[in-house]
Structures are given as C-alpha cells and as structure tokens.
C-alpha cells in the first residue's frame, strides 16, 4: 500500500492533539518571554525565530519526539535568547561578543570601503533606495546596514516627526 498521501487515521489525530498543544505551549511561552524573544535585533534573534519553528514542526510530524520534549526544547532555546539579551544589557563587550555592529556603507556621495567586507554591490544599494522611494544614490546622505541585516537609509530631510 502507498503510504505517499495517508498513513493513518491515529497519525492525524496525533499531529491534531499535538499541534494544538505545542502552539499553545509556544504562544504562552513567547508571551511570557517578552517582545524581544520575536524581535530580529541580530543574528542570534534570527537564529532563535528560525529554531523555534523548526523546533515545533518536529514536534508536530516526529513520532519519536515527545510534546515534553519539543515544549523543553522551546524553553531552552528562550532562556538561552534571554541569557545572551542580559548578557548584553549588563557588559558593553558582551554585547560586541554577540552582536554586528552597524556599518556604515555610503557617505555623502561616497561608496565605503566596507561594503566588499560586507559583500555589498553598489546596484544592491540602488535597490534598497529605490525600495525606499528614492530615485538616486544622490538623494540620500548616509546608507548603514544595521546588525540585524537591515539597511536605514538617512535623507538631509528627516522628514515629518510623528508622536
């Protein structure tokens, strides 16, 4: 028998039962974690997201892993995201250990140096101007690629401050 399209019925009520009890474990845990535990703030933040998905879609399709033992591995992957944020909020080179810091790539109608380091083409900054609503690189005075991969892109005119 082709087991391509269906195994069991037993198999689906196990993904049905034990995904609706990871998500919610998942959900109650990232509330109580905070709004840092789903900011993308460096690379360890992206790492984090990515592991905590791929975490709870084993946990789901898996048959040799537990819901105790996917709802464990959520925990240590949140505590071990919250250690390394304390970390870097209590020790300035703590923080430098763990995280990018920002690189400036374009200066007043300069392209830096930096950015064959950070393996940027000068066309990829066009793009992330034109993605901004700017026509040319001659419209903006700074581009910075953030930390966390970002680009911010800085203009003469800040525009309008809201608040």
Same mark, same amino acid.
Do not use: C
């Given at each position: 028998?082709?087991?391509?399209?269906?195994?069991?019925?037993?198999?689906?009520?196990?993904?049905?039962?034990?995904?609706?009890?990871?998500?919610?474990?998942?959900?109650?845990?990232?509330?109580?974690?905070?709004?840092?535990?789903?900011?993308?703030?460096?690379?360890?933040?992206?790492?984090?997201?990515?592991? *905590?998905? +791929?975490?709870?879609? &084993?946990? /789901?399709?898996?048959?040799?892993?537990? $819901?105790?033992?996917?709802? !464990? #591995?959520?925990?240590?992957?949140?505590?071990?995201?919250?250690?390394?944020?304390?970390?870097?909020?209590?020790?300035?080179?703590?923080?430098? *250990?763990? +995280?990018?810091?920002? &690189?400036? /790539?374009?200066?007043?109608?300069?392209? $830096?140096?930096?950015?064959? !380091? #950070?393996?940027?083409?000068?066309?990829?900054?066009?793009?992330?101007?034109?993605?901004?609503?700017?026509?040319?690189l001659s419209d903006i005075t700074?581009?910075?690629?953030?930390?966390?991969?970002?680009?911010?892109?800085?203009?003469?005119?800040?525009?309008?401050?809201?608040?």
């Amino acid at each position: 028998m082709d087991y391509t399209l269906f195994q069991s019925w037993s198999g689906l009520g196990r993904v049905a039962i034990v995904g609706v009890m990871a998500y919610l474990a998942l959900v109650l845990m990232l509330r109580v974690s905070g709004k840092r535990s789903l900011a993308k703030l460096n690379a360890f933040d992206l790492v984090v997201t990515v592991a *905590l998905g +791929s975490t709870l879609a &084993t946990t /789901l399709l898996a048959k040799t892993v537990a $819901l105790a033992e996917g709802v !464990t #591995a959520f925990a240590v992957l949140l505590l071990m995201q919250y250690a390394i944020a304390w970390g870097g909020t209590r020790s300035d080179r703590f923080q430098r *250990l763990v +995280s990018a810091a920002p &690189t400036l /790539l374009y200066h007043q109608g300069l392209l $830096l140096g930096p950015m064959r !380091t #950070a393996r940027v083409s000068a066309e990829e900054l066009r793009q992330v101007v034109r993605s901004e609503g700017h026509a040319q690189l001659s419209d903006i005075t700074a581009i910075v690629l953030e930390s966390d991969g970002t680009f911010s892109i800085l203009t003469a005119d800040p525009g309008p401050l809201s608040g």
